[in-house]
Each structure stands twice: as C-alpha cells, then as structure tokens.
C-alpha cells in the first residue's frame, strides 16, 4: 500500500558529484539483486498479478495519477474508491494476443497481465469527483482537491 497524498512524499534528485561509480554500483547492485529475487529470469509468464509504474503530480486544484500501461483496454480498467483508498486494477480477460499463436518467436518477454496499486487517499481529495481517461498507453486519474484544501490568498491590511 502506497501513501500518496501528503507532503511528506519527496522525490530522490541526482545530487552534485553523483559520479560513474555510484551509476555502475548502482547497476550491478539491482542486476545482483534482481538475480537473487529470481526476476531477471522471468520473462512475464510465472505471475498472474503483475505492477505498473505511476507518476503522481499535484497541482494547486488537483492530483493527477498517471497509470504507464501500454495495449491495454479501456473496459478492463477498474478504478475505485474503497474505504479511503483508491483502489486502480486491470484484469486482462484471457484473451490471448495474435503473437501467442504465431509460431518463431524467440523471446516474448511482454505479456499483457493483471495488476492492481492501491493508494491511501487524505481528506484534501473531493472522491464525488474523481474522473479517470485512457489514452495512448496511460490511464490518467484526476484527483480534485475540496476547496478547504485549495490555497487561499489574502491580503492583510498593515495598519
């Protein structure tokens, strides 16, 4: 579970002097990592329930989720809200792409497959209003602030 909704989320940026090195170690360490956790030799058929990358932004009026999933369909996408969480998950409904049935592949490492995120959701977010769009690959979900939570300016006479 995914807290996504307060301040406290802060993003890594590369810091000055973040030399080769660190790249290289840092290369070496997820291969060596991923090699032990046995997924860099799944090629997508072992698991069912796979994850997607997200990106969240927030804006001043809003928080936007965007959801990287490419050749999907609209239909299979459930967004939901449940007892304070939202809730995004695709089921791919069995259908098999026309590749699975062509014969000379050497290597099909993407398979469309299931997944689910689910991110806690603060009282700043207005849920009546929740809209979600797929398009080109991304599934965008517009989070709208309550207006208690919009920034107020006002200006304050100096006497």
């Known amino acids: 579970m995914e807290v996504i909704m307060t301040k406290a989320m802060q993003v890594n940026k590369v810091r000055p002097g973040y030399g080769l090195e ?23 058929n072992s698991a069912n329930v796979g994850t997607v990358p997200v990106n969240v932004r927030e804006t001043e ?6 959801v990287i999933a490419p050749g999907c369909k609209k239909e299979d996408f459930s967004v ?11 089921e791919h409904n069995g259908e098999k792409d026309q590749r699975d049935e062509e014969a000379g592949w050497v290597r099909n490492e993407y ?3 299931s997944f689910s995120r689910t991110f806690t959701l603060d009282d ?10 797929y398009t080109d690959g991304i599934l965008r979900i517009i989070l709208p602030k309550n207006e208690k939570a919009k920034p107020i300016s006002i200006a304050i006479d100096v006497k």
């Open 22 to 44: 660190n790249v290289v170690d840092n290369i070496f360490n997820n291969t060596m990592r991923r090699f032990f956790d046995g997924n860099l030799w799944d090629t997508g």
């Open 124 to 133: 700043t977010v207005d849920i009546e209003k929740i809209s979600a769009g």
């Open 80 to 90: 939901q809200v449940k007892t304070g969480e939202l809730v995004i998950s695709f």
């Open 61 to 66: 009026n809003q928080y936007e989720v965007d």
């Open 111 to 113: 398979v469309r497959r």
